[in-house]
């Protein structure tokens, strides 16, 4: 189900593509001005959340798999995955803004439109760490103490980014596409969250929209730059960068199963505890790997850079995360 066969990409003259690169960094600026917010005058708006409401919806939560929690401690475990997914994302953003700087040197004198997309984005991730770091912050204050968020972004970010930069790419597109899925797909479409959840991440989306799209061109670039040797060396990088954010979900979910059987309503019983732990690491594992390669938009342009044996490759190593 996984595999990833190569697609067959349009034929572009090499001519046309700086112009067609260019427009595309040119449109990613104007929106960017466009949709530009602040996270206290028109995310956070003086608001608190609604702990009352559930945070992350159950498409990715997988809450209500749950059958025998009540409703008050499914609510507390979509919560505690918002507040982590939240901190997920203020974690990448650590290696991707890192990414993003590195290769806008590239563009230093050259094209300026490409040059002022990657500035921006660049700027736009270090707001997305501070709105991140002041959720998390809200989240503590409405929710008992004991909570741990398990890795170090700086660390992680370090890890990541002594990979290829095909790989690191390759990785930012898929969590820059699986944002927006999740956003239009899930976040948005939920009536029963929390206002305030919901709107952080209607605003990253907004943001993260030309991110996803500069990604794809900067990914493009770098592919076309690169030997097939290094490619095949960056798809092994990759497949360990997968196998790196695994480690990190399942540490994450082993702390949030732990959170959760101490401040619930009620002792679990060791058949209920298992239960949980295996559906929050499944639950983690489906928001940022699964539901990501599976997506159409990133499967097509990771399936034209790469051979079959390639994606058979990444296949397998997806399918004991894909369960
Ligand atoms: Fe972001
Ligand atoms: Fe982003």
């Known amino acids: 189900m996984l595999a990833l066969q190569p697609v067959r990409q349009p034929v572009v003259a090499p001519a046309q593509r700086p112009n067609i690169s260019s ?12 949709v530009r917010w602040d996270i206290d005058r028109d995310v956070i708006r003086g608001r608190r959340f609604d702990f009352t409401k559930r945070f992350l919806p159950n498409a990715l939560s ?7 929690l009540g409703p008050d401690d499914r609510r507390l475990l979509s919560q505690i995955q918002g507040r982590t997914y939240a901190n997920i994302f203020g974690l990448v953003e650590r290696f991707i803004a890192a990414k993003v700087l590195e290769v806008s040197r590239e563009h230093w004198l050259g094209d300026q439109s490409a040059l002022e997309a990657l500035v921006r984005f660049g700027d736009e991730e270090i707001k997305h760490q501070e709105l991140f770091r002041r959720i998390e912050r809200m989240c503590a204050e409405g929710m008992p103490e004991g909570y741990t968020f398990v890795p170090e972004p700086n660390a992680v970010a370090t890890a990541v980014l002594s990979k290829s930069t095909w790989a690191v790419l390759a990785l930012t597109c898929h969590i ?3 944002v927006l899925d999740h956003y239009h797909q899930s976040i948005g479409t939920q009536t029963d969250v929390s206002e305030l959840w919901k709107d952080v991440f209607l605003y990253h989306a907004r943001e993260e929209s030309q991110h996803a799209i500069i990604d794809e061109l900067e990914w493009v670039r770098e592919n076309a730059k690169i030997t097939p040797e290094a490619r095949d060396a960056a798809v092994d990088d990759l497949i360990a960068l997968v196998g790196a954010v695994d ?14 059987v101490e401040v619930c309503s009620r002792p679990l019983t060791p058949k209920e505890l298992d239960a949980v732990k295996t559906t929050v690491l499944a639950a983690y594992r489906w ?3 699964v539901s990501g390669v599976q997506g159409k938009r990133f499967r097509d342009v990771l399936g034209s850079m790469i051979t079959p044996q390639q994606g058979e490759r990444i296949g397998a190593a997806l399918v004991p995360i894909a369960g």
């Open 23 to 34: 427009a595309r960094y040119a449109k990613a600026v104007e929106v960017s001005k466009r």
């Open 62 to 68: 997988k809450v209500d798999q749950l059958e025998f």
């Open 176 to 178: 820059e596409i699986f």
């Open 247 to 260: 480690g990190i979900l399942q540490a994450q979910a082993a702390a949030d199963t732990l959170y959760f």
């Open 287 to 289: 928001q940022y790997i």
